[in-house]
């Protein structure tokens, strides 16, 4: 079977790293790629698992060093893929998923034809911005900031490969397991 890098974004809040874990628990031979960072870990987070935490100093020390794959600003953080990580998991034959956001999945098609942009849609904005909201993970400027991203981020989903949109999380994990098994197959 074929190992392909599958990217996946959407907009802050819409269930990306919900469908993601669910995705993963089922399809345990596939696995996430683990971002560097600026921003602050948020509670429960740890280094090395769900993030790389840098500081500002250190991440721009890491794109002067050409060290990423990809790299983006979303609101307000810096947030990057480290090439290294990349290459040796795809040497390794492995399954990778990275969720980044869109500018970031746009510079990884640019340089990897093979990867399959996949976009997650709300199935509305007020939902978006009820389930942002109800996450209780950031606060009020912060929520602001990445409901200024939306827009862009949907502008951007036209040149994504598919798109699922997250509506029942159950029909959406389903629909990215059929898009992922579709595409081993090519
Ligand atoms: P993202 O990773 O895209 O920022 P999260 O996975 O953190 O988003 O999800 C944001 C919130 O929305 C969480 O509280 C999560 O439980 C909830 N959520 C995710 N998918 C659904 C869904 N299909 N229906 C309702 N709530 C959802
Ligand atoms: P969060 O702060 O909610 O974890 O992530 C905010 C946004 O940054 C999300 O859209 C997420 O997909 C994106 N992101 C996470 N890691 C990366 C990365 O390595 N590169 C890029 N470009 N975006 C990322």
């Known amino acids: 079977m074929n190992k392909k890098l599958y990217v996946i974004s959407g907009p802050s809040g ?26 602050l870990p948020r509670e429960g987070e740890i280094d090395g698992v769900n993030y790389f935490f840098l500081s500002k100093e250190e991440f721009q020390k890491c794109i002067d060093e050409g060290k990423f794959l990809e790299w983006a ?10 090439k290294k990580y990349i290459n040796k998991c795809l ?29 997650i849609a709300p199935p509305s904005l007020d939902a978006l911005e009820n389930r942002l909201r109800g996450r209780h993970t950031e606060d009020e400027n912060a929520i602001q900031k990445r409901l200024k991203e939306v827009k862009e981020e ?20 389903g629909e990215l397991e059929k898009i992922i098994s579709g595409e081993r197959l090519c």
């Open 73 to 82: 600003e979303f609101a307000g953080n810096r947030y990057g893929t480290k």
């Open 91 to 119: 040497e390794e034959g492995r399954n990778i998923i990275l969720e980044i956001d869109t500018k970031g999945a746009i510079q990884v098609k640019k340089q990897m034809e093979d990867a399959v942009l996949i976009f």
């Open 154 to 173: 949907l502008e951007r989903a036209k040149n994504f490969d598919y798109t699922v949109i997250n509506d029942d999380l159950e029909k959406a994990v």
């Open 14 to 39: 819409v269930g990306k790293g919900t469908v993601i874990k669910k995705f993963l628990d089922r399809n345990p031979d596939f696995m996430l790629s683990v971002s560097c960072t600026t921003r």
